[in-house]
């Protein structure tokens, strides 16, 4: 397995939840992502890091809110959610980039599984 993904639970509107994704030496030199599909719609980027703990980028609705980091020490990246509103509701997968900074759809090369995020109102 060369992405694990962990932390998804339920919790209400307003409140924070921790996801880690444990990943494989393969991308310990790549970019790695956050994606979430909700029900019934596309899977649509949520956050990214690059090689080095840089360059991180966020879509628009959850910038301020969610914080992505990566510990190269443990192989592992992390997402920092707080706040959260019931339109964060979705499986969130955590994803390797085949480039060192760039992380996009196109640029994907390996998933992990989804994890899911359910935030009550």
């Known amino acids: 397995v060369q992405l694990q993904a962990s932390g998804g639970a339920l919790v209400q509107a307003g409140g924070f939840l921790s996801l880690s994704c444990a990943i494989s030496?393969?991308?310990?030199?790549?970019?790695m992502g956050w994606f979430r599909q909700a029900l019934g719609k596309g899977r649509e980027f949520v956050a990214s890091i690059g090689w080095n703990g840089g360059t991180a980028r966020y879509r628009d609705s959850v910038q301020g809110r969610f914080t992505i980091s990566r510990d190269r020490s443990k192989n592992t990246i992390y997402l920092q959610m707080n706040d959260l509103k019931p339109e964060d509701t979705a499986l969130y997968y955590c994803?390797?980039?085949?480039?060192?900074?760039?992380?996009?759809?196109?640029?994907?090369?390996?998933w992990g599984q989804g994890t899911l995020v359910t935030v009550s109102s």
């Open positions: 030496g393969r991308f310990s030199n790549n970019a």
């Open positions: 994803a390797g980039s085949r480039q060192a900074a760039a992380v996009s759809l196109d640029t994907i090369t390996a």
